[in-house]
Structures are given as C-alpha cells and as structure tokens.
C-alpha cells in the first residue's frame, strides 16, 4: 500500500500507528465488526430519514466493483491512446 504524504504531529502519527495495527491484528475477528455494523445501524435508523437498511448482497458490491475496474482500465487505456472494447464470443465448430 503506497503511503501517503500527510503532515501529523509526531503524537496523531503514533496513533494512527497504533489505531492501523489494531484493525489489522483484529480484522479476522468478525463478531467485532459484526457488533459495530449493528451499532452503526441503530445510529441509522433514528436518524430522520435513513428509513430501512436492505443489504444489497454480495452480487451487488462485486458488479459496483466490476464498473469501478472497467471505468477505471477505460481512462488509463483512453490515456495511453487506445479503446477498449468487448470480445465476441468464440463458437466452437471449426469452420
């Protein structure tokens, strides 16, 4: 992960430390994030407005993530002066 150039004070860079240390010692440990996910929900759901949380399921998030890799490999390829575009499938007889 490339760092980034933020300018902390030596007291809020130890703490960033630590607090980066915690979340990766703890993130095989899901009833953690299980327990702050419900929290976070409770929080939504008295605010005025926020309504009901439906997750949308994993399919979701993978599609989203599939646009954000596509959108993002169009600029670079628009960048270098080329075009993507979608293969055509294959049959399978030989012709």
Same mark, same amino acid.
């Given at each position: 992960?490339?760092? /980034? *150039?933020? *300018?902390?004070? =030596?007291?809020? /860079? =130890? +703490?960033? $430390?630590?607090?980066?240390? $915690? $979340?990766?010692?703890? *993130?095989? +440990?899901? @009833?953690?994030?299980?327990? %702050?996910?419900?929290?976070?929900? /409770?929080?939504?759901?008295?605010? !005025?407005?926020?309504?009901? #949380?439906? &997750? !949308?399921?994993?399919? #979701? #998030? @993978?599609?989203? #993530?599939? %646009?954000?890799?596509? /959108? =993002? ?15 055509? !499938?294959?049959? &399978?007889?030989? =012709?």
């Amino acid at each position: 992960m490339k760092q /980034r *150039r933020v *300018r902390f004070t =030596s007291t809020a /860079r =130890s +703490h960033v $430390w630590r607090e980066k240390l $915690w $979340w990766l010692e703890n *993130r095989t +440990h899901t @009833e953690i994030f299980a327990a %702050e996910f419900e929290e976070a929900l /409770r929080i939504l759901a008295v605010l !005025p407005g926020a309504g009901t #949380y439906t &997750d !949308p399921g994993v399919g #979701y #998030y @993978e599609a989203k #993530y599939r %646009e954000r890799i596509l /959108r =993002s490999l169009s600029k670079r390829a628009t960048s270098l002066g080329f075009q993507l575009v979608q293969l055509q !499938p294959v049959s &399978d007889g030989v =012709s």
